[in-house]
């Protein structure tokens, strides 16, 4: 049975942190707003700060299902909303030509029925055989533009449009995250119809109370000592800083080598778990990360 929205900000904000999600004020807010007029909450900000996560928590919280839509250059109508079952129409194509009992255009409407409908996550969102889902529109600035603009009708109306079979409504919306990282601009149309919230990294407190809920086998010294560290990194000038992702699995590698603190050569050895591009290893490691290393211990001690 699903639970309903929160009523409030406070209500929004405390039912992320019983799910382990540590929210800024300004997220709840907007995630409230979204939930209270059923409007699409479009979240946008580097990878790995806990976009997806969002969509993710709601559908837990709420007991809703996650209906995950992941979107790649080339996404069209068929893998996002619906596409007919060719093999299964050309079946009863010929068994109905070796049987001759149905005209042609008895035929047509047949086999461009509902049985042979394949449903994606937009259609499937829309119908909500289990009350409205969360419906998880991920990374959509990998879609090309077209793909924007089909979304329209279906962010505008809560509908899709089927030729053969006609206009399917939906009786709820469904609750709708769509995320970007931002390595294109979204058009302004698909953001007009959604309430807006750019999610960044964290501050070092909220950092280090993430890194006590996702990473609670970690020393509590540790955990402050990566946290410093990575907000220190962060400040330098890298092709990809770290997200909120990166510190958790660094906190747990550091927890699986039996680390209670940091030391210049785990860190070297380790780097590749915080950064993905060799030349910010590159840049990072020996003297750098030994400097991190240092800044980060004292900063822990004065926390």
Excluded at 101 to 129: N, T, Y
Excluded at 217 to 222: E, I, M, N, S, Y
Excluded at 291 to 303: D, G, M, P
Aim: with cysteine; glycine share 4%; hydrophobic share 45%.
């Amino acid at each position: 049975m699903s639970k309903s929205p929160p009523t409030s900000i406070d209500a929004t904000h405390a039912l992320l942190a019983e799910a382990d999600y540590i929210a800024e004020r300004s997220l709840a807010t907007a995630l409230y707003l979204s939930l209270a007029m059923k409007r699409p909450l479009f979240l946008e900000g580097e990878a790995g700060v806990g976009k997806t996560e969002i969509a993710k928590v709601v559908a837990k919280v709420l007991d809703r299902d996650l209906l995950r839509l992941q979107c790649y250059e080339g996404l069209d109508i068929a893998q996002a909303a619906y596409e007919w079952n060719y093999s299964r129409q050309m079946i009863e194509i010929r068994m109905a030509e070796a049987e001759g009992v149905k005209s042609r255009e008895g035929l047509a409407q047949d086999i461009f029925s509902e049985r042979f409908l394949v449903r994606r996550p937009l259609l499937r969102a829309l119908e909500g055989s289990n009350g409205p889902p969360v419906l998880l529109i991920d990374e959509l600035d990998r879609t090309d533009e077209p793909f924007e603009a089909y979304l329209l009708e279906v962010l505008s109306d809560w509908q899709i449009t089927i030729p053969e079979l006609g206009t399917i409504h939906a009786e709820e919306p469904p609750i709708v995250v769509i995320t970007s990282n931002r390595t294109r601009e979204i058009h302004d149309a698909v953001k007009r119809r959604c309430f807006y919230h750019w999610v960044d990294y964290p501050d070092a407190a909220r950092e280090l109370e993430i890194l006590r809920r996702k990473a609670p086998q970690a020393a509590d010294g540790l955990s402050k000592e990566v946290v410093a560290f990575v907000q220190r990194l962060r400040a330098i000038d890298l092709f990809k800083l770290p997200g909120v992702a990166e510190t958790i699995d660094w906190a747990n590698c550091l927890v699986a080598l039996d680390r209670i603190a940091l030391d210049p050569e785990t860190v070297n050895n380790t780097l590749g778990v915080l950064l993905k591009y060799q030349d910010d290893i590159e840049k990072v490691a020996g003297e750098e990360a030994a400097r991190l290393v240092n800044e980060a211990k004292s900063a822990a001690a004065a926390a």
